[in-house]
């Protein structure tokens, strides 16, 4: 079987991630782990394992936080992932932070409204 694992993929996206927040401290990003495979909650807890290990620490200026959500079915057994990723200089922090953990509490509530 051949071994898709290439660590210069990991170093590449840290790397992209670490120099956009120190160029751009006053931005958000927000990624989706893919579900087309059914890997998300595999590839959501390797990114986590990666920001915890080197981002969270990396920049110069300030801290780049993380905030999670998932969106389940109905018997949590299929999960879409998102994270928020922003730094501690962004003057919007906590508005923008509050707005993404809303959605949520807006999914979970117009699922269970279905």
Do not use: G
Not at 72 to 90: G, R, V
Not at 104 to 111: A, E, G
Request: aromatic content about 10%; charged content about 30%; hydrophobic content about 30%.
């Amino acid at each position: 079987m051949l071994n898709r694992h290439d660590p210069r993929v990991k170093d590449t996206i840290l790397d992209f991630l670490t120099k956009y927040f120190e160029q751009k401290p006053e931005t958000a990003l927000i990624f989706v782990c893919d579900t087309s495979d059914k890997r998300q909650d595999a590839r959501f807890k390797m990114f986590n394992n990666w920001f915890t290990e080197r981002i969270e620490k990396s920049t110069s200026n300030s801290v780049i936080h993380k905030t999670n959500i998932s969106f389940c079915d109905e018997n949590d057994t299929n999960c879409a992932h998102a994270s928020l990723l922003i730094t501690s200089q962004n003057t919007k922090l906590k508005m923008i932070t509050t707005a993404f953990l809303e959605l949520d509490t807006t999914f979970r509530t117009k699922y269970e409204e279905e």
